[in-house]
C-alpha cells in the first residue's frame, strides 16, 4: 500500500462521530504500522489538511479541507450532496432512501433511491403524504417552531387508515423528540411492516427550503443494532450536508455549479 493510499484511510475513518484521530487507535484500527501513521499525520498536519488538538496528541480536520469543502460546494449543488448521501445509505444497508421537502401541510418527495431489498415502499418523485405521517415529514417539522408546526397543521390532523382526528398535541410530542434527539423513527400507517428513519438538512437560508432524508425498510430486515447504525448515518450525513452548503468559498476559481442528477 503506498503513502498516499495510507493517508486516504486514515483521513476517511474521520466522521462526525469521531471528529479526532490519535496514532494508537489509527494504527490499530487500519492495520497500519504506528511509525508509518505518525508521519502521515505530521505530514497533512504540515500542509493544514489535518490540525493538531490536545497538545499534539490528536489531530482534527485542518483548514485546508475546509477551503476544499467550500470548493466542493461551489460546484456542487445541495441536491447533488444529497444524491451523494442517499446512494452511500442504499449502497450501505440495501433499503429505499428518499429526500423529501415540506410544502403545507405536507412533504413531497424529492429524490428516490431504490434499494435491493425484496421486500420495500416505492414512493414515486412528486409524491405528496402528509408531513406528520412520515419520518421525512416530521424531520422536517422539527426544525419549524411549535407555532408554525401549528399553523401547517392546524388543531389536529386525520389519520390515512382509520380516518381518526389526531391531536396536535400529539403529532407536538413527535416534532418535539425528533428536534431533540435530531432524527425520528416511524412506522408508516398506510404500509404495516415498514419502517422509516429521516433526519433534516437545514437550510442555509431562509430563502432555501429544509431538506430531509430517510430510509424505509421492512421491520423484520432491521434488529436495534443496524437501526441505531442506520440513524447515526443519517445524521452524519444530514450534518454534512448542512454543514458544507453553509460553508462559504475561500478558494479562488470559477463558479460552475453541477446540474442535479434525476432521481433513481
Request: with cysteine; net charge negative; proline share 5%.
Amino acid at each position: 500500500m503506498s503513502s498516499l493510499e495510507s493517508a486516504i484511510r486514515i483521513l476517511q475513518s474521520l466522521s462526525v462521530q469521531k471528529p479526532t484521530l490519535r496514532v494508537s487507535d489509527a494504527a490499530a484500527e487500519l492495520d497500519i504500522p504506528k511509525s508509518t501513521v505518525s508521519r502521515l499525520l505530521k505530514t497533512l498536519s504540515e500542509g493544514g489538511i489535518l490540525e493538531r488538538q490536545d497538545g499534539g496528541r490528536e489531530y482534527s480536520v485542518g483548514p485546508l479541507l475546509l477551503q476544499l469543502g467550500g470548493l466542493y460546494v461551489s460546484t456542487h449543488s445541495v441536491l447533488d450532496l444529497v444524491d451523494r448521501s442517499l446512494s452511500r445509505l442504499v449502497e450501505t444497508f440495501g433499503f429505499t432512501a428518499y429526500a423529501g421537502i415540506l410544502d403545507g401541510a405536507d412533504v413531497v418527495v424529492l429524490r428516490q433511491w431504490q434499494g435491493s431489498h425484496p421486500l420495500r415502499l416505492v414512493l414515486d418523485v412528486g409524491s405528496r403524504l402528509p408531513a406528520e405521517q412520515t419520518a421525512l415529514g416530521l424531520a422536517l417539522l422539527s426544525n419549524c417552531e411549535d407555532a408554525v408546526v401549528a399553523e401547517r397543521l392546524g388543531p389536529s390532523v386525520v389519520h390515512p387508515v382509520t380516518g381518526e382526528a389526531i391531536p396536535l398535541a400529539d403529532t407536538l410530542v413527535d416534532v418535539r423528540r425528533c428536534r431533540e434527539a435530531g432524527w425520528i423513527e416511524v412506522a408508516c400507517a398506510t404500509a404495516p411492516g415498514i419502517t422509516s428513519i429521516g433526519a433534516v438538512i437545514k437550510a442555509r437560508n431562509a430563502s432555501q427550503p429544509d431538506i430531509s432524508m430517510s430510509v424505509s425498510f421492512p421491520d423484520h430486515a432491521a434488529d436495534d443494532a443496524l437501526r441505531s447504525a442506520m440513524a447515526a448515518e443519517i445524521i452524519g450525513a444530514a450534518r454534512d450536508i448542512t454543514e458544507l452548503s453553509s460553508m462559504p468559498l475561500q478558494l479562488s476559481g470559477p463558479r460552475n455549479p453541477g446540474a442535479t442528477r434525476g432521481a433513481r
